[in-house]
């Protein structure tokens, strides 16, 4: 069985006791069935993963004991994936696969045609992290709470180049051009952009329409494929 991965807020260090919450020490003593002894590996966003062993186990309270780094901290590329949400289960999808393909930060925007008026921002930064504990990662994007587009456009970063997902390319090759630099991706919501924000990211000097291929892609699979694209080209997948 593949060893059990828990993101920590605690400091990671030889011989360092970790206390676990209530909801870890449940999770691995009354559903894995762990005892004392038994591995797990810890992570905490900023000293890499550790394997550590149960000195306490019980349903409430667990102890794990740090033993040796396994792997060094591994941030993923400065890219940031902007999104209007969607139903529960599908922005739950969205974050999951952003964590999973690399993002650095994830940002919810509100647009004139969002479904969603609100989220649970503690709810998906919950989703996020433990999207990182089961895919290896060992640091967890930060998942901002919901904004207006218009909003974040105005104070929009200079330095940040953002590719805007834009339907109104349809059909034309989906291609990204190599790039270094911090970046942004922008996905729409399901009714698409309004005109006015149409206007205002092509009026943007630092907005890059991008192109999703021949198809109409839902708004999930869109931002599973905008990503795929700048990694391939842009991030740590060349």
Known sequence: MSEIRLHVDQPLAPGQAVALSQDQAHY?????RLAVGDPVLLFNGRDGEWRATLAAAGKRNAIATCEARTRPLHLPPDLWLLFAPIKKARTDFIVEKAVELG???????QTRHTNSERIRQDRLQAHATEAAEQCGATFVPEVADLQPLARLLAQWPEDRRLYWCDETALGQPATLTPATGPAAILIGPEGGFSTEEIAKLR???????????????????????????????????R
């Open 28 to 32: 691995l003593v009354g559903v894995m």
């Open 103 to 109: 993002v650095a930060r994830i940002l919810p925007v």
């Open 203 to 237: 009026a943007r000097p630092n907005v890059t329409p991008l192109s999703l291929g021949p198809r109409i892609l839902r708004a999930d699979t869109a931002a599973v494929a905008a990503i795929t694209l700048w990694q391939a080209a842009c991030g740590d997948w």
